[in-house]
């Protein structure tokens, strides 16, 4: 089955950068959609910023001016640089792959999620 190891959480002070880094193996067929979400505490689970097989990148409103989502094809891994750290950002962020696999339908898998705390 698809894994997912995520790296590159931890803990900054507002302004500063992280880089996380998630790398995919396994039976993957064709990766449709590869990505980041992140929920903090007491919220719902939301869209950082993905890309996909067929429109490209997509970012949430908040973090596109400061966020950027990066991918090397052939080592199935996507990089997501968080510049302009806020408070606001902190949470677990999670990896996530849609695996186009028509005789099964649509797959999704999930890292364990990396803790990203940003204070001072």
């Known amino acids: 089955q698809v894994q997912l190891v995520e790296s590159g959480g931890g803990l900054v002070q507002p302004g500063e950068s992280l880089r996380l880094s998630c790398t995919a193996s396994g039976n993957i067929y064709s990766i449709y959609d590869m990505g980041w979400y992140r929920q903090a505490p007491g919220k719902q689970r939301e869209l950082v910023a993905s890309?996909?097989?067929?429109?490209?990148?997509n970012y949430a409103d908040s973090v596109k001016d400061r966020f950027t989502i990066s991918r090397d094809i052939a080592k199935n891994t996507v990089f997501l640089q968080m510049n302009s750290l806020k408070p606001e950002d902190t949470a677990v962020y999670y990896c996530?792959?849609?695996?186009?696999?028509?005789?099964?339908?649509?797959?999704?898998?999930w890292g364990q999620g990396t803790q990203v705390t940003v204070s001072s």
């Open positions: 890309v996909n097989k067929y429109t490209g990148a």
């Open positions: 996530h792959l849609r695996d186009e696999v028509t005789t099964e339908g649509d797959l999704d898998y």
